[in-house]
């Protein structure tokens, strides 16, 4: 450990490379099915051998966390159009979606190790069901009304469920510190469920069901709660309970230590040692419980804060930032100013497409985008990429490529647009969970619950700066096609 310990206090540390090929530790994927070096039976036996051992009441709270700290977000970028009206730029209300989250993870991972886990999960409820509440409350957009239609109440509930959003993002992040890679694996999966369960489920409330917007967003309010649930009813608390009492010096009881051992999967781990060769236990989702109980004892006192932690801290980011933070920030810039600046006037004729109206193709994009978000960010038992700046620089090429296009008309199909849009969804959640899983692989344990909350700085950042880059782009090539007689994008 002392290497490590120069690492946080004397110079900036830097990640290791490990060895893939001596290491131990270092997971074999899963074989995929047909492969030809597998078979179903030994597909079958890993997939059983590599989920053994999860706890799930771990995975199930993980997989609400995600789900639910995203979804908000997505519900109220579906609803844009209807919270602000035609004549306000939507990029108004990504921007507003997304800056606040952005400042809240730049700043609170140097101070919010202070606040514990359960004060932290009350406020961000409390934070996201006050934004929805103000929101849906918020008189509705009526056109051409004689006295306006003020957005200004909307925008702040807007701002506090972003804030929630992003303290929520760095927080259960930092907590699977506690849970391990199962629970980092559930967290991953349920950020990529929030899109389509964010726009599927607005999309069938306001237009299948018919219930208006207000009605809509009010349910939306509620979906909190499911967090506080998941956090005090679902998630076992023995490991944070554990983590907190070893910090403090305070005396753990047997029982106390039996509960982690149960959560962990101590048992499970010492019989895989005694009675399975070592690739059975190799894996992601399979961490040897003696690390997690060292890491527990590793985590300092939760009210800690110092001139000296933060100077530390700052040192910690620094290193973070070429490994990890940058190639998830271009992925995010390049994804994101597809998704608002290029694909609205990624448009064709509507008697070559499958729809009706112009304004059909961009919910169509979207969907598709989230689709292959959804399953790259669920992916990781099965597919694991170490190289995280590949998927990055290809993120820019599609955002090159897509804008040329658009520019040039020399795409035949509307339907190889949706490979792309569907390529473009599985590259963006490959760099969002793979990063953070080499975190959890490269990081010394002592820094790893800062740098899972730290690195988190790179997304919505990536974000703020596509939506300024979008709003630009998306009127520079309707114009563009405006004035070659291609006017689809003026059309709805």
């Given at each position: 450990m002392a290497g490590s310990e120069s690492g946080v206090y004397g110079s900036t540390w830097t990640c290791p490379t490990p060895d893939r090929h001596n290491n131990p530790r270092h997971p074999e994927m899963l074989p995929l099915?047909?492969?030809?070096?597998?078979?179903?039976?030994?597909f079958r036996g890993r997939l059983q051998a590599l989920f053994n051992g999860a706890d799930p009441r771990v995975c199930t709270a993980f997989w609400l966390f995600g789900l639910i700290n995203n979804v908000l977000y997505v519900i109220i970028l579906s609803a844009a159009l209807d919270l602000v009206g035609p004549n306000v730029p939507k990029g108004v209300v990504l921007l507003a979606d997304v800056v606040p989250s952005f400042f809240t993870k730049l700043c609170a991972p140097y101070f919010i190790h202070a606040i514990p886990?359960?004060?932290?999960?009350?406020?961000?409820?409390?934070?996201?069901?006050?934004?929805?509440?103000?929101?849906?409350?918020?008189?509705?957009?009526?056109?051409?009304?004689?006295?306006?239609?003020?957005i200004s109440t909307k925008i702040f509930g807007v701002i506090l469920a972003s804030l929630s959003s992003g303290g929520g993002e760095l927080?259960?992040?930092?907590?699977?510190?506690?849970?391990?890679?199962?629970?980092?694996?559930?967290?991953?999966?349920?950020?990529g469920a929030a899109g389509?369960?964010?726009?599927?489920?607005?999309?069938?409330?306001?237009?299948?069901?018919?219930?208006?917007?207000?009605?809509?967003?009010?349910?939306?309010a509620g979906l909190p709660l499911v967090m506080l649930f998941s956090f005090f009813g679902i998630l076992p608390l023995a490991p944070l309970k554990y983590a907190a009492k070893l910090g403090g010096y305070a005396p753990v009881s047997a029982e106390e230590e039996a509960d982690v051992d149960s959560v962990l999967g101590r048992d499970r781990a010492r019989r895989r040692e005694l009675g399975r060769e070592s690739d059975e236990r190799d894996g992601l989702l399979r961490r040897d419980l003696e690390d997690a109980t060292e890491e527990a004892k590793m985590v300092p006192s939760g009210g800690e804060m110092s001139w000296d932690l933060f100077k530390t801290n700052l040192k910690r980011a620094r290193g973070l930032?070429?490994?990890?933070?940058?190639?998830?920030?271009?992925?995010?810039?390049?994804?994101?100013?597809?998704?608002?600046?290029?694909?609205?006037?990624?448009?064709?004729?509507?008697?070559?497409?499958?729809?009706?109206?112009?304004r059909a193709f961009y919910p169509a994009y979207n969907a598709i985008y989230q689709v292959g978000v959804f399953i790259s960010r669920s992916s990781t038992p099965f597919f694991r990429i170490h190289n995280l700046y590949l998927p990055s620089f290809l993120q820019v090429i599609n955002l090159v490529f897509l804008a040329l296009h658009a520019m040039f008309n020399f795409i035949p199909s509307v339907y190889l647009i949706f490979l792309i849009v569907f390529w473009e969804g599985l590259l963006g959640g490959l760099v969002y969970v793979n990063t953070f899983a080499e975190i959890t692989d490269r990081v010394p344990k002592e820094d790893r619950e800062f740098s899972l909350g730290a690195t988190t700085v790179s997304d919505?950042?990536?974000?703020?700066?596509?939506?300024f880059l979008g709003m630009v782009m998306e009127v520079w090539l309707c114009d563009w096609q405006v004035q070659r007689g291609r006017g689809y994008c003026k059309q709805l």
């Open positions: 099915p047909g492969a030809p070096s597998s078979s179903w039976a030994v886990y359960p004060v932290r999960i009350l406020i961000f409820v409390s934070l996201s069901a006050c934004g929805m509440l103000l929101i849906a409350l918020s008189p509705a957009y009526v056109p051409n009304s004689p006295t306006g239609n003020s927080s259960f992040l930092g907590l699977t510190h506690f849970y391990g890679p199962f629970s980092l694996a559930a967290w991953g999966s349920g950020t389509l369960v964010g726009a599927g489920a607005y999309a069938l409330a306001t237009t299948t069901f018919g219930f208006s917007v207000r009605v809509t967003l009010l349910f939306s930032f070429f490994p990890f933070m940058l190639p998830l920030l271009l992925v995010y810039i390049a994804e994101y100013t597809i998704n608002q600046g290029v694909s609205p006037t990624l448009l064709f004729p509507l008697d070559e497409t499958p729809f009706n109206h112009f919505s950042g990536g974000i703020c700066v596509a939506g």
